[in-house]
């Protein structure tokens, strides 16, 4: 039980301690420095780009026939959001695509 | 009064956008947390716990290593540096809100609190007009999320047997949600330098370093070179002064 507590308490104080260091360091009333400004506008499409590859990091380890499928799935996806532009239709599309795929 | 009728108009409007945004994000969260409701009802805990970490927590990858934590009763220490590890990436989502959350008044709080990596991509394509019209959108498109997350856990915990259908693969969504966001970002800025690098460097360290700890790095030497060429151009500037 104290053992329970400490271990969620830690993650969840951790967590936090991640989130909120940016604000802490550059949300006083000085403004932030030029620099991180610029780093806030240019980072979001670096770090979607990285997180594209990051649920795609299995791909190294896994088995030639599950990284056929997710390629697969995941060239769906960006073929149906070129042709239709629409959101949703390309999410449910490719997710649908991998689950039948997984299962063959 | 016209006016009052016009703003709740224009509020169930806005409101109805946030939802629309943050349906992609409703079925990645709802079945992932029904994943990880299992898993806690596996290893022996219930409603409470589940619900404790989904509310308190509320970060998807790092709950999934919570459960081993909590299995093997891990050192402290160990389980503070591993979170400390997985969730550094947070650190630089923040950067990008830093002036947009803030003027969020209370709640400002919340925002921070759960920007998880579904939410940060969202909020990343919201465009600021329509931030600046109805701030609140924000903070709707984040506490839908967090509903959804924290519904799915504890359906997962309380039912999660009982499913009748087989959701392995669902968790696709999420692959397929950060695919959408990165072409519209793509399509949508003239300059693709960013996401170019982007995609070249984690690539690049995830060959290296391997799929379990390669993202961190990958973050940390983005925003370096991207600082490096931010202090270039300045000098450059200067020069030309």
């Known amino acids: 039980m104290m053992k329970t507590i400490s271990?969620?308490?830690?993650?969840?104080?951790?967590?936090?301690?991640?989130?909120?260091?940016?604000?802490?360091?550059?949300?006083?009333?000085k403004g932030m420095p030029k620099m991180i400004g610029y780093l806030g506008k240019v980072l979001p499409a670096a770090i979607i780009?990285?997180?594209?590859?990051?649920?795609?990091?299995?791909?190294t380890i896994q088995p030639a026939l599950q990284k056929l499928w997710s390629l697969s799935a995941g060239a769906a996806v960006i073929l149906l959001h070129l042709w239709k532009r629409n959101t949703l239709v390309s999410i449910a599309g490719g997710t649908v695509l991998y689950m039948l795929l997984i299962r063959i | 009064m016209p006016g009052g009728v016009a703003t709740v108009k224009n509020t169930k409007e806005y409101f109805r956008y946030a939802v629309k945004k943050s349906i992609p994000v409703?079925?990645?969260?709802?079945?992932?947390?029904?994943a990880f409701g299992i898993l806690m009802a596996k290893t022996g805990y219930g409603p409470f716990w589940t619900l404790a970490a989904s509310l308190f927590i509320y970060a998807g990858s790092m709950q999934f290593v919570l459960v081993s934590f909590l299995a093997a009763g891990a050192p402290l220490g160990l389980v503070a540096l591993t979170t400390l590890f997985i969730n550094g990436r947070h650190m630089f989502y923040g950067l990008s809100f830093v002036e947009r959350f803030r003027k969020m008044g209370r709640y400002y709080p919340y925002m921070v609190f759960s920007l998880t990596d579904e939410t940060y991509s969202v909020l990343c394509s919201i465009p600021d007009e329509k931030a600046e019209a109805e701030p609140r959108i924000m903070f709707w498109i984040s506490a839908l999320d967090q509903t959804y997350w924290a519904a799915g856990s504890l359906i997962g915990v309380?039912?999660?047997?009982?499913?009748?259908?087989?959701f392995k693969g669902i968790e696709f969504s999420m692959t397929a949600l950060f695919l959408v966001i990165f072409l519209d970002q793509w399509k949508n800025s003239k300059k693709h330098g960013a996401a170019a690098a982007g995609l070249a460097v984690s690539v690049f360290f995830l060959i290296l370093l391997g799929p379990d700890r390669f993202l961190l790095p990958s973050l940390l030497v983005l925003a370096t070179v991207m600082c490096l060429g931010f202090i270039r151009e300045e000098q450059k500037g200067e020069l030309k002064e």
């Open chain 1, 7 to 29: 271990i969620m308490a830690i993650v969840a104080f951790v967590t936090l301690f991640t989130r909120v260091l940016p604000f802490v360091l550059f949300g006083g009333k």
């Open chain 1, 49 to 59: 780009a990285a997180l594209v590859v990051y649920c795609f990091k299995e791909l």
């Open chain 2, 158 to 166: 309380l039912a999660g047997g009982l499913l009748p259908f087989d």
């Open chain 2, 26 to 34: 409703f079925f990645g969260y709802i079945f992932l947390g029904i």
